[in-house]
């Protein structure tokens, strides 16, 4: 490719939206394009490198006996009534009609229409297992859509579905993407982990992501050097200290002014945080029937935790938009909380969901449902009880690891990928059966599997990149190689950097030369900015045949022959192509 010829429109500055680097980076490098917000074109730098990564999906796919097939992003509302996921998924679907009045959703993932496929055309356990996927555009309208790529409402994902007869074959279908996930993100050259993941909206038993590490990214994990647990800190169980053997006292009202956060309280009577009991106060609503109005949550937890929200739509059984911070006025008239003072005791006509530490804790300290005051030694079987008692903490770096015990470390990723066994969630209500050896039909067990392909591309940019640029690794890079001419008015510089650029090109060597009519000092910042791996500078010493070559990965910059320069980046890409 000429340079001269390329559509091609580098940047000196970002649009100051743009906050992290590899939304900075790929604007920069003209290789997206921004339409509205969190919806993105690519040009063709960005579809280039976009395409390496679909290429390296699709070998890895392949290998593991998945089919490639392409359905829809149009969606009929029917399907995912079937399924129960119509109103359960909430504002991020797309929704719109057609002309009579049908209604339909842009596709954000195709479990339903999957199911739809495999139940109509599989009859007997002779045809399983299947295993099919697409690279397609999903479309989910994020609340925040940001960060380009990495959170957008309209993106590429690799998604697949396996159907098994039975519990084995879908234990190693998930094993089998499991790997074929691990190789993929290695191979564009991702520095990730695997790690015991929630399943959201999706459903099902168990699932894993695969985070690639970075400080930008939005998911955090947690995981423990000990053992090797690893989980983003979502989904991390949280082992409990065994329950307290003090002895309980006697409850007592204290005046408490204006002490309305833990740490007023605390501070006011002298007591440590953990010996203080959190109120958080939600309100839900019934998905399948919005109008009824709200219910009011009290949640309880120990006052120096978190409140881990996952943990408690789970333990609602309701997706993450139907349970929200309540209004508290509204809920103060129908509950007896008080703003800064709401405790377990005083509280009537809400669900009260505790903490499962809180029932080994003992003489807490705990707001008394009127202002300005606070009850101490408040003990929970004693003092009061909860309608539910489960997890509902974050686990947090320090905290001892829910298998082992040792302090756990944390880190943040972005989750490029994510698999999980969804059983037979979809299966039974959308009877996606198969006829057994006895002719009796049984629910096929499916796992589903995606991959974020324009999320991979930025978090192979996050992790690849100087203050100069993108730094691409071989495999994912838009092109391998880039020629600069220094002087195109210069009759032998052209005509080596031309021998060169065929030479390249022949070997199956993706090259750029640079023959635009622009200062040299343009062209390095350019070839630094576009990061592709080898540079190949072709100046003055192109009278006695020689050129500088240098990675743009690092190491020093080398004057030698042309002909080395060629045979060097020939050998360096074929060595680092497949990743
Ligand atoms: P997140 O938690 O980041 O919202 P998710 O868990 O809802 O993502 P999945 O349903 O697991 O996403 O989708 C599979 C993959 O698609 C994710 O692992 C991620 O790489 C990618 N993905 C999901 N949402 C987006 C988005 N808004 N923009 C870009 N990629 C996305
Ligand atoms: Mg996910």
């Known amino acids: 490719m000429r340079a001269s010829q390329m559509f091609l429109n580098t940047l000196r500055e970002a649009p100051s939206e743009a906050e992290i680097p590899s939304h900075i980076l ?23 490198a976009l395409q390496k990564i679909e290429t390296i999906i699709r070998e890895e796919m392949d290998a ?15 399907l995912w009534q079937e399924s129960g996921r119509w109103s359960a998924y909430g504002p991020e679907m797309w929704r719109l009609r057609d002309r009579n009045d049908r209604e339909f959703c842009l596709g954000p ?26 690279i397609q555009h999903k479309y989910r309208d994020e609340a925040r859509p940001r960060f380009g790529l990495m959170r957008s409402r309209e993106f590429i994902m690799k998604d697949n579905y396996s159907f098994d007869r039975d519990k084995a074959g879908l234990d190693k279908s998930y094993m089998d993407n499991y790997r074929a996930y691990s190789n993929v993100f290695t191979r564009c050259g991702l520095d990730f982990r695997a790690v015991e993941a929630d399943s959201g909206a999706i459903g099902g038993s168990n699932s894993h992501e695969f985070c690639a590490l970075a400080g930008t990214g939005e998911e955090e994990i947690v995981y423990c050097d000990g053992c090797g647990m690893a989980a983003t800190s979502e ?9 307290s053997s003090e002895e309980m006292l006697a409850l007592e009202k204290k005046l408490t002014p204006g002490t309305k956060t833990i740490e007023d309280v605390c501070a006011f009577l002298g007591l440590p945080q953990e010996k203080s009991v959190k109120a958080l106060l939600f309100q839900t609503f019934d998905p399948d029937d919005p109008d009824a109005g709200y219910k009011y949550v009290a949640c309880f937890i120990r006052g120096d935790r978190q409140l881990n929200k996952t943990k408690l ?55 008394a449902c009127e202002a300005d005051h606070h009850y101490i030694n408040v003990n929970y ?15 947090q770096e320090g905290d001892p690891c829910p298998v082992c015990g040792k302090p756990m470390k944390s880190a943040r ?3 490029v990928g994510q698999v999980f066994k969804l059983g037979t969630k979809y299966s039974v209500p959308m009877k996606c059966t198969f006829k057994d050896e006895n002719q009796q039909d049984q629910p096929m067990e499916m796992g589903c599997y995606g991959i974020g392909v324009t999320r991979t591309l930025a978090a192979v940019v996050e992790q ?90 690092g190491g020093d910059m080398e004057l030698i022959p042309a002909g080395e320069a060629a045979e060097r980046a020939i050998a360096l890409v074929n060595a680092e192509r497949r990743g």
Not at 36 to 43: A, N, P, R, T
Not at 338 to 352: M, N, Q, S
Not at 381 to 395: F, M, Q, T
Request: hydrophobic share 40%.
């Open 464 to 553: 690849h990149h100087d203050e100069h640029g993108i730094i691409w690794p071989v495999s994912v890079a838009p092109y391998h190689a880039m020629i600069v001419i220094v002087n195109i008015k210069d009759e032998a510089q052209c005509a080596l950097a031309e021998e060169i650029y065929e030479k390249l090109t022949k070997a199956g060597v993706e090259t750029v030369i640079d023959d635009r009519d622009e200062r040299a000092g343009v062209k390095f910042k350019d070839a630094d900015l576009l990061g592709f791996p080898v540079r190949i500078t072709v100046g003055k010493a192109a009278a006695e045949g020689n050129v500088e070559y240098k990675l743009r990965r």
């Open 26 to 48: 790929l604007l920069r490098t003209g290789m997206i394009s921004k339409l509205v917000s969190g919806v993105y074109g690519f040009m063709p730098l960005g579809i280039r």
């Open 413 to 415: 990723g972005i989750e």
């Open 381 to 395: 079987g004693r003092d009061w009880s909860a309608d539910k008692v489960v997890d509902l903490k974050l686990l």
């Open 235 to 243: 989904r991390a169980a949280f082992r409990d200290a065994p329950a």
């Open 313 to 367: 739509n789970n333990a609602l059984d309701l997706p993450d938009y139907a349970v929200s911070f309540a209004d508290e006025a509204a809920m103060a008239s129908a509950t007896g909380c008080v703003g800064g003072f709401t405790g377990p005791i005083g509280l009537h006509d809400c669900l009260i969901i505790a903490d499962s530490e809180l029932t080994g804790c003992r003489n807490m300290c705990a707001g």
């Open 109 to 134: 993932t195709h479990e339903e229409i999957f199911t739809d496929t495999v139940r109509s055309r599989v009859s007997s356990y002779r045809q399983l297992p299947i295993s099919l996927y697409q």
């Open 64 to 78: 593991i006996g998945a089919q490639e097939v392409l359905m829809s992003a149009l969606q009929p509302a029917e």
